[in-house]
């Protein structure tokens, strides 16, 4: 049984939850997918101290791009990306959409993975549809559910399994915050004192979690580590996990391992294992 | 102003009822499901035979038929595709709508020559992508997201300004994204029922209730304003006149005005595409709608503009 890779993205990233990371995870994942002041102190500033610590501390580095890259905000993702690539400070790059995928041509190093949140709604990998994204580069499906890890495979693309964190219900462009303030949020309640609200609705069944930009089932267990057949085990190339805070990364361990219960629990692929695009 | 296609008001149809009435009530073009293929329940969407006869129907008027596959397919070759697609083409569809790559690449290779339009469900937000499926793929035109904000639809029509811009003008309120979105859709015994409509009460828990007002966000600046009703639903009123915004719409480059609600009521496809009708004339006769002077209105008007100001 190979032992998986993990690329561990956080709710707020700094030099020491790196430090803590080091031994657990092959990976990290920089980059917010809607506003950098929730994940960095100096939001886009700081990726690169952050980059150049991983690499140093010999992970590899991927960049989770913006949800949405209209034509306000694409240049700026591509401008940091050409400068990322050109300080080798990156291996891959999660994308959400079809142009990012395209604008990536000029960087043919970089491995392109198609993140969990570029598909449509309940979305169901199809045979074309894997085919197509082969077609354009893309060497990892992150994928949600146990289920399609065999779909994806077959289709003879590597898989990324969402394995460990919250799942989101749906997003938004707007922040919370903001669209409740009215003025802009500089982390004022929401995601720095990390105190969601609940938005429920009376006449449907339905009650979220509304965390800036994301509403998460209210019900659902915040951190989550879907059931796997042993047999789809050897089928992953990765899983990846969203931590809030270092103090996780022992409970992560333990979901992890508990995976392999019932036969002996291969360590994960360590910081410096190499990328296979 | 000249638009690649002419411009036009899109209606919903879930049944031939529903194609009838569209019609009458002045539609330039109607958009159908075809059973297996739709993100509607099947109950609302139409068979291959029933596509014919409702070619027919709009044909028969001048008008034009869209055919909307936009459901979430295991296979959709599986699906009798390619079969379904030859069909589709022999009758004289007007449009796919498709809502999957997937869906697109499956197309090409079943040799379908049917206009593909890209719905919303593919997320384009930049030229890059659409330049790409224009040019790998022949679509000619895209459903813009309900969350472009207006300046970033005029980009993206200087950008891609041979690609025909649909919105979402009437009927549709996603409140986060219309995409990635995984909210259950389907809560009543295969009814399709949308959480985005409900307006949600915000609070930090069951006993304490954070005075923010009830939430009822639209993640879009393109909306005109919405009207709670009672049981806690959201609407459009009938009273408010669309025609300025349809104008400014108009004005960057938006050519085909579409209304959602295919499992509404016949009355509902009336009413609102008589009403969508009636703004988008209005607009189009509007002298500022023709006067070259006032194009660069809205830039001028900009809210960032303004700030800039002394």
């Known amino acids: ?277 | 102003m000249s638009p690649l296609h002419p411009v036009e008001v899109l209606a919903p149809a879930g049944n031939l009822e529903h194609v009838e009435a569209a019609l009458a009530a002045g539609a330039d073009a109607v958009y159908v499901g075809l059973k297996k293929f739709s993100a509607r329940p099947d109950a609302w969407s139409l068979s291959l035979d029933e596509i014919r006869t409702a070619v027919r129907m709009a044909h028969d008027a001048r008008r034009r038929l869209h055919i909307a596959m936009n459901a979430e397919l295991r296979d959709p070759r599986a699906a009798d595709l390619e079969q379904s697609a030859r069909v589709l083409e022999e009758i004289g569809v007007d449009a796919f709508i498709v809502g999957d790559f997937g869906l697109i690449h499956a197309l090409q290779e079943a040799g379908s020559q049917v206009p593909i339009h890209a719905s919303t469900l593919l997320g384009l937000y930049n030229a890059e992508g659409i330049r790409f499926l224009q040019r790998k793929y022949g679509v000619s035109r895209v459903v813009l997201n309900t969350n472009l904000y207006i300046d970033e639809i005029a980009d993206l029509h200087f950008l891609c300004p041979d690609i025909e811009l649909e919105m979402i003008a009437y009927g549709g309120v996603c409140f986060n994204d219309n995409r990635r979105c995984r909210q259950p859709h389907y809560l009543f015994e295969g009814e399709f029922c949308v959480g985005c409509k409900q307006i949600y009460d915000a609070h930090r828990g069951s006993e304490d209730l954070v005075v923010l007002g009830p939430l009822s966000k639209v993640a879009s600046q393109v909306r005109p304003p919405e009207i709670p009703l009672q049981g806690g639903r959201l609407i459009w009123s009938p009273e408010i006149d669309l025609s300025a915004l349809v104008g400014l719409f108009l004005k960057v480059g938006v050519i085909s005005f579409k209304i959602e609600g295919r499992t509404r009521t016949t009355e509902y496809v009336a009413q609102s595409t008589r009403k969508l009708r009636e703004a988008l004339d209005r607009a189009l006769e509007s002298p500022e709608l023709a006067d070259p002077e006032l194009n660069t209105f809205f830039y001028l008007a900009h809210p960032s503009r303004l700030r800039a100001e002394p």
């Open chain 1, 1 to 277: 049984m190979k032992a998986p890779s993990l690329y561990v993205t956080a709710q707020r990233w700094s030099l020491a939850f790196l430090d803590a990371l080091r031994g657990h995870s092959t990976g990290v994942v920089l980059g917010d997918l809607f506003c950098q002041k929730r994940m960095f102190e100096d939001e886009w500033f700081d990726i690169f101290d952050l980059a150049r610590h991983a690499r140093s501390a010999g992970f590899e580095v991927v960049l989770q791009t913006p949800a949405y890259n209209t034509p306000r905000s694409l240049e700026p993702t591509l401008a940091l990306i050409r400068k990322l690539v050109r300080e080798n400070l990156i291996d891959a790059v999660l994308v959400h959409d079809i142009g990012v995928v395209q604008a990536m041509k000029e960087h043919p190093g970089v491995a392109l993975w198609w993140d969990r949140f570029s598909f449509n709604r309940d979305f169901i990998p199809n045979a074309p549809l894997i085919t197509f994204l082969r077609e354009q580069r893309i060497s990892r499906i992150e994928v949600t559910r146990s289920t399609h890890v065999g779909d994806v495979a077959d289709g003879g693309c590597g898989v990324l399994l969402y394995g460990y964190g919250p799942e989101i219900a749906s997003f938004g462009r707007i922040c919370y915050t903001e669209y409740f303030l009215d003025e802009p949020c500089e982390r004022k309640i929401l995601c720095a004192r990390s105190r969601p609200f609940i938005a429920s609705v009376d006449k449907v069944p339905l009650q979220y979690l509304a965390d800036g930009y994301t509403l998460l089932d209210r019900d659902d267990p915040m951190v989550r580590l879907p059931p796997l057949e042993p047999t789809l085990l050897d089928r992953i190339d990765g899983m990846t996990a969203y931590l809030r805070g270092p103090e996780e990364i022992p409970a992560l361990r333990e979901a992890l391992d508990a995976l392999w219960r019932g036969g002996e629990a291969p360590a994960l692929a360590g910081s410096g294992a190499a990328l296979r695009p």
